[in-house]
């Protein structure tokens, strides 16, 4: 019996960014949630994006506060 495959309507997002905010979260000891609420966003929208990969970049007014807010360049979050 062939093996079915799916298709995906869309290709993997980008993790570089991802694994810049995850690691950025843990060295400041802070939660997606507690960061999320102070960059003026719903308390699930970091981790949502982290987690399910949604939006699948950060929009730039988000990406600029996110980055002001962990210390970093915006470039590193694009």
């Not at 960014?17 to 690691?23: F, S």
């Amino acid at each position: 019996m062939p093996s079915i495959r799916l298709a995906t309507s869309s290709p993997a997002p980008d993790d570089a960014p991802r694994t810049v905010v995850e690691t950025a979260l843990a060295e400041l000891g802070e939660s997606a949630e507690q960061v999320s609420l102070a960059i003026e966003m719903p308390r699930s929208y970091l981790r949502t994006y982290l987690e399910r990969g949604m939006p699948r970049a950060l929009p730039g007014r988000i990406r600029r506060r996110l980055a002001e807010y962990l210390g970093l360049p915006d470039h590193a979050l694009a």
